[in-house]
């Protein structure tokens, strides 16, 4: 069994749909798991800001009964004090798991290996699962259903997609990717995906063909945190994919428009669609705090006892 969770391949099928039911079971307010982590601390590493992850983990681990440690890079310099490995055995003995979000994946997957405690990824350059899981249960609540959803995911082969790229490693979907060739997802986890082929994955250069009938739109910024110089390239070979009314009409009547926020207003998508009927971003954000309870009931019952 992992005891980690780094990406959403972590988790098997079950564990995912089970997730899913514990987290709906939260959201009701089920209180369940109110003493789960009762004298209990979690570390929360941050390198990068966060609304919506530090709250949600900080809010959640209050809920669940436990205490939450919030760590910059300006207390323990992961990896520049002293090594990963070193930190992971010392923090193991302090607290019951970690939640990192940092720039390089490796250095989530080396703390996990020398752990002895759970360790969440809260977001690499890589992937962003926790927001993935968030959105799959949002999408759920609203569509009725996980499988064979169309999914148009338009912009930056970034974290999030390659998220939704693990995610269709589990939950069988059509995902297309509406993305220029230069901003492509990670070559390694769309080989894998494809390879698996329990979903459906294409990628296209024209908006139009990715929204076709889908039953979701999704986007996210155009330059992710640590690219911000790449702010004016990204733009130019990504504003022809900008979630618009045009984009939203040749989508199903029925789809739902999702962001994992922050939005650049005006950039990646407008106000008309972020603010319209369609859009069920705040949803997405709310379910971000019942998923990451989900998950850490997971973990925590799995490999603590
Ligand atoms: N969506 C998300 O992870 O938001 P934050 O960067 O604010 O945590
Ligand atoms: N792709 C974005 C997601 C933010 C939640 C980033 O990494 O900045």
């Avoid at 972590?10 to 798991?33: M, Q, R």
């Avoid at 669609?273 to 989900?294: P, W």
Wanted: glycine residues 6%; negative net charge.
């Amino acid at each position: 069994m992992i005891k980690d969770f780094i990406k959403i391949t972590d988790f098997t099928a079950e564990e995912i749909f089970e997730t899913f039911k514990i987290a709906a079971d939260l959201k009701k307010g089920s209180e369940k798991y109110s003493n789960l982590l009762s004298g209990k601390t979690v570390a929360c590493i941050f390198h990068k800001p966060s609304l919506r992850t530090r709250i949600s983990f900080e809010a959640g681990i209050f809920e669940l009964g436990g205490h939450s440690l919030y760590i910059t890079e300006k207390e323990i310099e992961l990896g520049v004090r002293e090594s990963i490995h070193d930190a992971a055995k010392v923090l193991s003995r302090f607290v019951s798991m970690i939640m990192i979000r940092t720039f390089a994946h490796k250095d989530v997957e080396e703390l996990g290996k020398y752990a002895e405690v759970p360790v969440i990824n809260g977001l690499t350059d890589l992937s962003h699962p926790c927001q993935i899981m968030g959105d799959m249960l949002t999408a759920q609540e609203h569509l009725g259903r996980a499988e064979n959803l169309k999914i148009a995911y338009l912009g930056d082969g970034n974290n999030v997609c390659n998220s939704w790229l693990e995610l269709s490693c589990r939950i069988p979907i059509d995902f297309r990717i509406g993305t220029s060739p230069e901003t492509l997802p990670d070559a390694a986890i769309l080989r894998k995906t494809k390879d698996l082929g329990l979903s459906k994955i294409s990628i296209t250069p024209n908006p139009l063909e990715a929204v076709s009938g889908a039953d979701i739109i999704y986007t996210d910024v155009w330059a992710s945190m640590g690219q911000k110089d790449q702010t004016v390239k990204k733009a130019a070979q990504l504003s022809r994919f900008q979630v618009n009314d045009i984009i939203l009409s040749n989508a199903d009547p029925h789809c739902i428009v999702m962001h994992c926020l922050p939005a650049n207003r005006g950039e990646e998508i407008t106000d008309s669609v972020m603010d319209g009927k369609h859009s069920v971003v705040f949803d997405e954000a709310e379910n971000r705090l019942h998923i990451q309870k989900a998950i850490m009931v997971q973990l925590m019952r799995r490999y603590i006892g």
